[in-house]
């Protein structure tokens, strides 16, 4: 009896603990994006079948936005992907014209794409001014606390912080007066190969973009906030790029 009792303890937590295995190359610090949403989230590459160096955010059918210091080495973009190398779930389409914000100091950048992106709704962009403390979604392939990229995209909530709190936190490095800190409660936060992807707020299901990752001070530091360019101060940059469909939306 005693040893049938001790085989089935056994045999139960063999099984629990198979069932808790979670595969190695996930990062199980940082939650995973959902599979096929926000499919308006792109990766940007130097070549179709390498890693996505950058983010970036689909805002027209052949118009991806992204930071200005990213489109140097972007040769390629593939959109609604959910894995950090290849393209067999996504879009992919070539870069024909990369464009940097008139004003050098501002990393913002557009990428002309040689083809429209017909099976993936541009993100809606809006260029209203974001206060502090409202609750705010950074998602990209960036690194993670365990020190590598995750090979899918993952998905943060955080906060935005003050301009006054932002540069406090940052000093002596400087802070553009078109950028904001952000961050959450987690040790996580959005780090190298994030930059130029998507800060969105999101109301009933419907994402909108006002802003994009361009800097950190020390990704997994709780006192350090990731640093965003405001959409709302490239405005006149921005709007041009825009499908005029989606013009009456935006605020």
């Not at 992106?117 to 962009?125: G, S």
């Not at 078109?178 to 959005?190: C, D, K, Q, V, Y």
């Not at 990731?226 to 939306?249: A, H, M, Q, V, W």
Request: hydrophobic fraction near 40%; glycine fraction near 10%.
């Amino acid at each position: 009896m005693q040893l049938a009792f001790l085989l089935a303890l056994t045999v139960a937590v063999a099984t629990l603990a198979q069932d808790q295995i979670v595969p190695s190359q996930v990062d199980v610090g940082v939650p995973v994006a959902q599979f096929g949403k926000h499919r308006y989230v792109a990766g940007l590459k130097e070549s179709p079948n390498g890693p996505s160096e950058c983010g970036g955010s689909l805002i027209a059918p052949n118009v991806v936005l992204t930071a200005a210091h990213c489109l140097r080495l972007t040769n390629a973009v593939v959109v609604g992907t959910h894995n950090l190398t290849g393209f067999a779930d996504g879009e992919l389409a070539n870069v024909t014209q990369k464009i940097r914000h008139p004003d050098g100091l501002i990393d913002v950048g557009i990428l002309i794409l040689d083809r429209n992106i017909t099976t993936i709704q541009p993100v809606k962009v809006s260029f209203e001014f974001l206060p502090e403390d409202v609750p705010a979604w950074v998602r990209g392939w960036g690194t993670t606390s365990s020190g590598s990229k995750s090979p899918v995209l993952k998905e943060l909530n955080v906060v935005t912080w003050d301009w006054k709190r932002t540069l406090s936190a940052v000093l002596p490095k400087l802070l553009l007066d078109t950028e904001f800190g952000a961050r959450g409660e987690s040790l996580e936060n959005a780090c190298n190969g994030d930059s130029g992807g998507p800060l969105t707020i999101e109301e009933n299901g419907t994402a909108r973009l006002v802003g994009l990752f361009v800097a950190h001070v020390g990704c997994f530091r709780l006192s350090k906030p990731g640093l965003y360019e405001r959409l709302s101060t490239s405005r006149d940059f921005i709007e041009p790029y825009l499908p005029k469909y989606c013009k009456p939306n935006l605020r």
